[in-house]
């Protein structure tokens, strides 16, 4: 490049071609991603139940039905993240859709208990890559509108939780659990289908091949019916390269791919450079705040089916009709996903991601409250679906937030390892809190739940940085 010469960046280009059929495309085809993680996860709430009476299990291996899954996402948000990171956000999908469809749908053929639990953890490992799917749409979305543009990404995933509700009402009391197995496996084969098409992230390839990352751009400007600015595409982080850093600023700029080396990080160089001086804060907060917001959605989803029984002697019955009303129960609060994703969008671009994610969990607190004690099934449904508006907000914001607090170097395997911790989050939920309500101490588990929200909201306000309006960025 010539010194002196007009150059422009990633974000300058997406500015000039806006938003358009071409972002519209990737739109669908990460959204289809996104419902088929939201399927599976919605899965848990009625497979668990029926396998347990079908199976004569416990409540702990009930439990761990459940529990295996996002024990297998842990796994999978790191492994994908690094391998997005350095390969491309392409391979990185790739494989997720491979794992999630096959294992999914051998799962439905599981002879036995241990099959079970060993085909839905590889699920797991599958739909971890979920947040690979996010960085790789958020990397196409102009600066200016991104916030709403993601609320609209996460409505494929309020799709996905409706859509396996209403197959579950449908299937669940006919064709039984093996079929709602394999009718949740369809979306990942659809992502299959379509993969050839996909492009990689431009984003990506201006670290690495900057020819690359020009056609890219062309061929959205094109399909956009827009035009690039004139001048050489270059990438912020360049002169950054350049310049002699000192040494307390050395670490953090591991996580930065030469793209003359096209040298790759581990994990272990990432997590280095994510506890680095300059992330630790945002790394530790962001790692809170992903636990509470994971604890407290799965938790909910998971009580609306629990809440239900009755009480007898320190142990939680019910019947078929209760079986009958927690499918209609869990897609009528599946639906205050729609309100969340109005509120989310209504306040993310306006008041910003801090204020908006804190606002909201501590709403979900109050929802949560009156349930301290046991109420009747109307009102029990209705303060759930009030926490499950709120929650479903203030998740979305996270997953909105937390690529944007990234570079590009480390976005995915940022994101990757924020999604990891909220598995953590996912395990401990169904052991702990659901099996305090199926042991008759519903009291307990809901205090937990007000205790583990509120100091994630708490965690938000500490934040050092807010993201809305500011264009991504390639080096920390």
Not at 448 to 466: D, K, R, T, Y
Request: glycine letters at 8%; aromatic letters at 12%; a negative charge.
């Amino acid at each position: 490049m010539e010194e002196g010469g007009t150059t422009y960046t990633v974000d300058d280009a997406l500015i000039s071609v806006g938003f358009g059929k071409f972002q519209a495309l990737v739109l669908v085809y990460a959204g289809m991603g996104w419902v088929s993680e939201a399927m599976e996860v919605m899965l848990l709430s009625f497979v668990g139940p029926s396998v347990q009476k079908e199976w004569k299990l416990s409540s702990n291996e009930e439990s761990l039905i459940t529990s295996v899954v996002f024990c297998g996402m842990l796994i999978g948000a790191c492994s994908w993240g690094i391998v997005s990171d350095n390969y491309g956000r392409r391979m990185g999908f790739l494989f997720t859709a491979l794992v999630t469809s096959f294992a999914g749908f051998l799962s439905s053929f599981s002879p036995n208990y241990i099959c079970l639990i060993v085909s839905r953890f590889v699920v797991g490992i599958g739909l971890g890559g979920g947040p690979v799917l996010a960085s790789w749409f958020l990397e196409f979305v102009p600066a200016p509108n991104r916030g709403i543009w993601m609320v609209v990404f996460a409505s494929f995933w309020t799709v996905g939780t409706i859509l396996e509700a209403s197959l579950a009402w449908v299937i669940m009391p006919t064709l039984g659990w093996r079929w709602l197995l394999v009718v949740t496996s369809i979306p990942s084969f659809v992502l299959l289908l379509f993969y050839y098409v996909a492009p990689e992230s431009p984003r990506f390839f201006c670290m690495r091949n900057r020819d690359a990352a020009v056609t890219i751009l062309e061929k959205m400007a094109k399909m956009n019916k827009m035009t690039l600015p004139n001048g050489m595409l270059t990438s912020d982080h360049k002169d950054e390269i350049g310049k002699k850093q000192h040494p307390s600023e050395a670490i953090p700029l591991l996580a930065t791919i030469d793209e003359g080396t096209g040298n790759n990080i581990g994990f272990i160089s990432t997590l280095y450079v994510l506890l680095s001086p300059k992330l630790i804060r945002t790394t530790l907060l962001m790692w809170i705040v992903s636990f509470g917001n994971a604890f407290a959605y799965y938790g909910i989803v998971l009580l609306t089916s629990e809440l239900t029984g009755i009480c007898t002697s320190k142990v939680l019955l019910s019947n078929d009709s209760d079986q009958a009303n927690s499918y209609r129960d869990i897609l009528v609060t599946s639906f205050a996903e729609i309100p969340g994703l109005i509120i989310c969008g209504a306040l993310v671009d306006r008041i910003g991601r801090k204020l908006s994610m804190s606002i909201l969990l501590f709403i979900t607190c109050i929802f949560l409250i009156p349930l301290v004690w046991h109420q009747n099934e109307v009102l029990t449904t209705s303060l759930l679906f009030g926490a499950r508006t709120c929650v479903t907000g203030s998740f979305n914001i996270l997953y909105i937030y937390a690529p944007e607090v990234y570079p590009t170097s480390l976005r995915s395997t940022g994101l990757g390892t924020t999604s990891s911790v909220g598995r953590i989050g996912g395990i401990i939920c169904p052991i702990v809190a659901v099996a305090l309500v199926q042991g008759c101490n519903q009291t307990a588990s809901i205090l937990l739940f007000e205790l583990v929200i509120f100091l994630s909201g708490a965690a938000v306000l500490f934040l050092p940085l807010e993201t809305n309006g500011r264009d991504l960025s390639d080096t920390i």
